[in-house]
Structure formats: structure tokens, C-alpha cells
């Protein structure tokens, strides 16, 4: 499953997709990945998403482009998450990350 999601982590995942790709039962695979990574499936595909947003965060493309290439809703939906996560603005982070890269020698 997770080599899965790491495949599809930009498309919309539904729980019933996810099941019927498993050959099990939606309840099933909540549980049973839960219990075997710790957190759930919405969760871990978040954390994917994310991953995969801040990277491109390093590059110019437009906050709201990187939000729905990443497979979130919106731009509000993504930079919440994202602060959630990091503690700061999507686009503060992509402005720190410009001004270390300007202090490197």
C-alpha cells in the first residue's frame, strides 16, 4: 500500500480505491494501517504530499500550482497544512529557504 500511495500521492485517493486496489475491506485497511505504521492512511498521505510541496517550494512555480499539483484542494487548504506541520507560512518558508541559500558562500 504504501509503495502505492508513494506512486499516487498527487491523485485524489478515495478509501474505497485504496481497499479494492488492496483486496480488502475499507475498514480493514484503516485499521490494519494503522496499526502497522502508527498512523492513518489520511495522515500518511498528507505527510507525502507535503514532503513532496516542499520541495517544490525550492523552485519559482506559484504556491497555488504547487498546491494542487501536490493533490490538495487549494492554496488555503494546502499553506494550512503546511503551517500545521512546519510551524510557519508556506510562503515564509520559501522566503527563508531564499535567504540562506543567499548567505551560503
Known amino acids: 500500500m504504501r509503495e502505492y500511495l ?4 498527487a ?3 478515495r478509501l474505497n480505491q485504496l481497499a479494492a486496489f488492496a483486496g480488502v475491506h475499507p475498514v480493514y485497511l484503516s485499521h490494519a494501517f494503522r496499526h502497522h505504521f502508527g498512523q492513518t492512511l489520511s ?5 507525502l ?5 516542499t520541495e517544490l517550494l ?3 512555480a506559484n504556491i497555488g500550482a504547487i498546491a494542487v499539483d501536490c493533490g490538495f484542494f487549494d492554496q488555503s487548504h494546502f499553506t494550512h497544512a503546511f503551517e500545521r506541520q512546519h510551524q510557519i507560512p ?3 518558508y520559501r522566503k527563508a529557504l531564499a535567504e540562506n541559500a543567499l548567505r551560503q558562500p
Do not use: T
Open 58 to 60: 525550492r523552485s519559482n
Open 43 to 47: 495522515a500518511y498521505l498528507q505527510a
Open 6 to 9: 508513494a506512486e499516487h500521492w
Open 11 to 13: 491523485e485524489p485517493l
Open 90 to 92: 508556506p510562503g515564509l
Open 49 to 53: 504530499r507535503l514532503f513532496h510541496a
